[in-house]
């Protein structure tokens, strides 16, 4: 398939905002990591009027497609971790064109890890987790126990992400595979959920038990990226925690986290009077003194 490919990348490799271009062919009994496609072209760009692109193309009886993508939005796509293909593309996919050895770097950047990325990574997944498990036991306790049992299933997913994140490596699309090697106990925790006999109703309250345990346990870790960001400045509107370009990945689950880490003291509330005396803005802060000594700073 390459050399039928290869005009259509060399035509955008000789484009000075092109960083790399990655082929990744289909492999037998991973049809699904191609997206059914016999060929993927993946090619990097440095910026472009839309962060994606997408063109199929047909040749005889093969099917291909080609992914035009922004540098920005294939790191957000690495830190939120919403798209499990991509981390597999640029692993095993075959380097077609790489300027000033982007891809090359990029490669060893996610093979190394770095703690600061592990720590942003670990509170986009803590963020999600805490959406996930509340909304699930809010469910649960209404008696609506088939929809509890999809935020759990959820949930559970971001917390065998934190445990692979947490061992130093990538989520991958096989998530439970990983998890049964780095964290038995909570891939124990998922079988108990999807295969016990008990009813559905005691898989989940046994569930919610042990969920309370796990959460408590990863705030620390989880909330780390969140309270360090927030020591840069006395203190901020929740629109400034929007607008701040790392919390912007944890998205919708922002708020809900920021009022999880508020019930557990660890962001501190600031009541400022607005134009109308009767109603107070509310700010965030935090300890300085306290996050320092907790992570060592």
Not at 60 to 66: L, P, S, W, Y
Not at 108 to 121: I, T, V
Not at 171 to 186: G, L, M, S
Not at 220 to 243: C, K, R, V
Request: proline letters at 3%.
């Amino acid at each position: 398939m390459e050399h039928i490919l290869r005009p259509i990348y060399q035509e955008r490799a000789s484009q000075p905002e092109t960083l790399g271009v990655i082929l990744i062919n289909k492999r037998e009994g991973a049809e699904n990591m191609t997206d059914t496609f016999d060929s993927v072209l993946l090619i990097i760009v440095k910026e472009s009027d839309k962060p994606i692109y997408s063109k199929h193309y047909s040749y005889g009886e093969a099917k291909m497609v080609m992914h035009i993508l922004t540098e920005e939005r294939l790191r957000k796509w690495i830190f939120i971790g919403s798209n499990k293909r991509l981390v597999d593309w640029l692993f095993h996919g075959k380097v077609m064109f790489d300027r000033n050895e982007f891809l090359y770097k990029l490669r060893s950047e996610l093979q190394e890890f770095p703690f600061f990325g592990r720590k942003l990574k670990t509170g986009i997944q803590f963020a999600k987790l805490i959406r996930r498990y509340k909304e699930g036991k809010e469910l649960f306790e209404d008696g609506h126990f088939l929809d509890a049992y999809n935020h759990v299933v959820a949930s559970l997913h971001h917390l065998g992400r934190l445990s692979i994140i947490d061992s130093g490596h990538y989520p991958e699309v096989t998530v439970w595979a990983q998890v049964k090697r780095n964290d038995p106990a909570i891939y124990k925790l998922y079988e108990e959920l999807i295969m016990s006999n008990e009813s559905l109703e005691k898989r989940l309250e046994l569930l919610f038990l042990a969920g309370e345990f796990l959460i408590n346990s990863r705030t620390t870790d989880g909330a780390q990226h969140i309270l360090e960001t927030m020591l840069a400045q006395p203190s901020w509107t929740i629109q400034q925690l929007h607008d701040h370009p790392e919390l912007s990945y944890y998205s919708v689950d922002l708020e809900v986290f920021v009022e999880y880490l508020i019930e557990r003291e660890l962001i501190l509330v600031e009541t400022v009077i607005a134009k109308n005396e009767a109603i107070f803005h509310r700010n965030y802060y935090v300890d300085r003194q306290y996050i320092e000594s907790e992570y060592g700073l």
